[in-house]
Structures are given as C-alpha cells and as structure tokens.
C-alpha cells in the first residue's frame, strides 16, 4: 500500500511542473500572437504603385543595357523616345501603314501584315508614372526627361499617325464645369428726380401731386370739423 501511495504521489508531482510549465507557454503564445495584433502589417501597395516601380525597374534596365550604357543624370528627352520605340517591338495594337488597303478602317475584313505597335494610350500612361517616378528617386522636376518637350511632340506625332491610320480619332475628355445656380432677386429701386420741385401746383411735377393730395385732404379735414360743429350746436339747443 505504502509503495502504491508513494508511487502515486510522485507521479502527481511529477505532472505538476508539467502543466505549468504548459500554461507558462500557452500563455506565452498568447501574449506573442496580441503584440502582432497590435501592431498591423503595413497596406499593400496599391494597383497603380505597383506597375510604376515595375515601369522604372524596366527602364532603369534599359539604361544599363544601351550601348553605350547610360546612367540617368545624362538621360535626356531623346533618350526616352528611344526607349518608348523599343516598347513597340512588345506592343498588340495593329497600326496600318499608307500602302495598306485597310489604312483607316476601324474595322479591317481581313488580316495584314501592318507590324503591331505600342497603343498611343499606354504610352501617355507610361510617361505619366515615369515622370513621377523620376522625381519620388530625387530627380529634379526642371531636369525630368520624360516631361522634355520632345517627348510630348512625339506622343503628339503617335496620336495623330494611329489616329489616321486605325480610323479613330482621339478627343480629349472636356472637364465638367460645376453648374452655378444662379438666383434672381428682385429689388424696387425708387427713382429720385433731380429736378427742382415746383410749388406752384404743376400737373407732371412731384410738389405740383403732393399739394393738390394735401388740398383734397384740407378740404376733408375741414368738412368733418364743421359737421362735428353743428352736431354739438343742436345738441346743445335741445
């Protein structure tokens, strides 16, 4: 009996520490996984942020493959229309050229052998998140190759040349101005007239109205005051 207690006893304290030191470490993992909940992991970037670091990846590449290799102080607008005639070897968009039959339809019967080009659209985008691009990685905003004026007359020429040849013409979106409601609010203004007034008592004249209306009402006054009069008369007879 003694050694079954013993050995009961000892195997009890035995599983004490064990399930201590269990708690200890569940709530140890507990503890961890509040400190993460606490502080949240960062957003992701967003669709746009993402296709421009991917942009200024590619071209940054480029610049290390020209020959002779470029860095990006000595970039300049000529280099970036480089750049965006090499993207056309990638393009999917048909661009007819003058000789073929379908130049300027929209919608072409048949296939051609018209090379396939950068869309005159994603190439303005490009630009856009490239000239951001350039100025988030310290480049100066007067220094910006991709705003030089070269570039915007050859995103110019792209637009006009796929415009003939695709038959589509490309307008720019007019902005909405905001409607303004405008409320009428009539206000009776009272002409002053300049002129002298006449005392006399002319007809078209302002003093001439006023006093024939002050005569009429003397004369009122007056009648009322004398029937007044005899009534107390004859009631003063009876």
């Not at 405008?182 to 206000?187: F, L, N, P, Q, W």
Request: aromatic fraction near 6%; charged fraction near 20%; include cysteine.
């Amino acid at each position: 009996m003694d050694s079954a207690s013993g050995g009961s006893d000892n195997s009890i304290k035995e599983a004490i520490p064990a399930t201590a030191s269990a708690l200890l470490s569940a709530a140890s993992q507990q503890g961890g996984g509040g400190g993460s909940e606490s502080s949240p992991s960062p957003a992701p970037p967003s669709r746009y942020e993402s296709q421009k670091r991917r942009d200024w990846n590619t071209f940054l590449q480029y610049l290390t493959n020209h020959k002779p290799p470029l860095t990006l102080a000595r970039c300049s607008g000529a280099h970036v229309i480089e750049f965006l005639k090499y993207l056309d070897q990638f393009g999917k968009t048909k661009v007819h050229i003058t000789d073929c039959p379908y130049f300027g339809h929209v919608n072409p019967p048949a296939p051609c052998a018209c090379p396939l080009k950068q869309a005159w659209g994603s190439l303005d985008a490009l630009i856009g998140r490239l000239r951001a691009a350039y100025e988030e990685n310290g480049g100066r905003p007067e220094s910006n190759p991709f705003g030089a004026r070269a570039v915007r007359i050859y995103l110019r020429e792209v637009r006009e040349g796929q415009a003939k040849a695709r038959g589509i013409p490309y307008e720019k979106k007019k902005r909405k101005r905001p409607t303004v409601t405008t409320t009428a609010v009539g206000v009776n203004v009272s002409r002053t007239s300049t002129q002298p007034v006449d005392g006399g008592g002319g007809r078209g004249g302002i003093g001439g109205g006023d006093d024939s209306v002050g005569a009429k009402t003397g004369a009122n006054v007056g009648s009322a005051t004398a029937v007044a009069a005899a009534t107390t008369n004859s009631a003063g007879g009876m």
